[in-house]
């Protein structure tokens, strides 16, 4: 069971890092990305053509429908499969990110929703490798 969960671990710390990665390539090319994140722009630009999409691409499209897909893949497993001792904690979370990617994608929100991913991602992965260390030290 640990050796599960560890590989389970290693697996979504690289899915989280190649998330974060992929946004943030995503919005390197925007008027959104601050400079000291690399980019050439500014966060207050995030609603400057509203609600029209003027930095949109087919990568954004297919990112949107990946972490969507995965989004739900983790509320019908976690609501119907197995469920966890967080049962409503889970169910709760997985609710609102769909919706919160559904939001974003179907309002023309793309730029923004991709901060927010890049933001999340960047934060899963240290929280998941915290988790896998403290059961490598036990």
Not at 8 to 18: C, E, G, K, L
Not at 50 to 75: V, W
Request: hydrophobic fraction near 45%.
């Amino acid at each position: 069971r640990r050796i599960q969960q560890l590989c389970t671990w290693v697996f979504t710390f690289f899915y989280y890092i190649a998330s974060a990665l992929s946004a943030y390539l995503l919005l390197r090319g925007t008027s959104t990305l601050p400079t000291w994140m690399g980019g050439k722009g500014l966060c207050a630009n995030l609603y400057l053509n509203t609600p029209y999409l003027t930095e949109d691409n087919t990568a954004m499209k297919c990112f949107y429908i990946i972490s969507f897909g995965k989004h739900l893949n983790h509320l019908v497993s976690h609501t119907f499969l197995k469920p966890q001792s967080k049962y409503y904690e889970y169910v709760l979370h997985h609710i609102v990110s769909i919706f919160g990617i559904s939001f974003c994608y179907l309002m023309n929100q793309w730029v923004v929703g991709l901060m927010v991913f890049f933001t999340h991602d960047t934060s899963d992965a240290t929280l998941v490798m915290r988790r896998f260390y403290a059961v490598t030290v036990d």
